[in-house]
């Protein structure tokens, strides 16, 4: 089984700022990682597919990185909104299917 | 517009039996993959179960033998039977759309299941 590791577990940044997330796979996923966005109360929101697409709907300022194992998610302006708990998930071997613990971005 | 409902959750007692439901609106269930995912209280994701398009099913290990998952092409919906459960199935169970390589596209909004006596 995969293990992916995310850092860092808290994220503290101001609106406006960069936020740089990451992932870390335990083997080669080539490109298949996915990220995802969860707020309090809702379900996860896909974000970034095959690591580094945007899905429908999801805004220009989120980016995604990396291949192997070694993965990024980029927010280059953090909107009030932005602040949730993001997942990164591997689907190159599969299943069983793993996610990261998450890092949970909060407004400083 | 594509749509996931999940409905079954509820407080069950240690050992006690229940099932979920995930009714799916604009597509069809049977031509996709169909995950169970669920999230313990304050916790992070886990992966329950698949369901392929051609009907092959897995487990994660934390539930094989005990979790069944299985859908109603009539009806378009997806289930999970869970059985024998556990203090630590409690969690919100959220049914997705499994699109593979490219992650879970739709979830639904989640069921609650509390194992407690």
């Known amino acids: 089984e995969i293990v992916l590791t995310q850092s860092p577990a808290t994220l503290s940044l101001s609106p406006g700022e960069r936020a740089t997330l990451s992932c870390r796979a335990s083997q080669s996923v080539s490109s298949y990682l996915a990220w995802y966005q969860q707020k309090p109360g809702q379900a996860p929101r896909l974000l970034i597919y095959?690591?580094?697409n945007r899905a429908t709907g999801i805004p220009a300022r989120f980016s995604g990185s990396g291949s192997g194992t070694d993965f990024t998610l980029t927010i280059s302006s953090l909107e009030p909104e932005d602040f949730a708990v993001y997942y990164c998930?591997?689907?190159?071997?599969?299943?069983?299917?793993?996610f990261g613990q998450g890092t949970k971005l909060e407004i400083k | 517009e594509v749509q996931l409902v999940e409905t079954g959750g509820g407080l069950i007692q240690p050992g006690g039996s229940l099932r979920l439901s995930c009714a799916a609106s604009g597509f069809t269930v049977s031509s996709n993959y169909m995950s169970w995912v669920r999230q313990a209280p304050g916790k992070g994701l886990e992966w329950v179960s698949v369901i392929y398009s051609g009907g092959s099913t897995y487990y994660a290990d934390s539930v094989k033998g005990r979790f069944t998952i299985s859908r109603d092409n009539s009806k378009n919906t997806l289930y999970l039977q869970m059985n024998s459960l556990r203090a630590e199935d409690t969690a919100v169970y959220y049914c997705?759309?499994?699109?593979?390589?490219?992650?879970?596209?739709?979830w639904g909004q989640g069921t609650l299941v509390t194992v407690s006596s």
């Open positions: 998930q591997q689907r190159s071997n599969w299943p069983p299917d793993s």
């Open positions: 095959d690591a580094s």
């Open positions: 997705a759309r499994d699109r593979k390589e490219l992650g879970y596209d739709y």
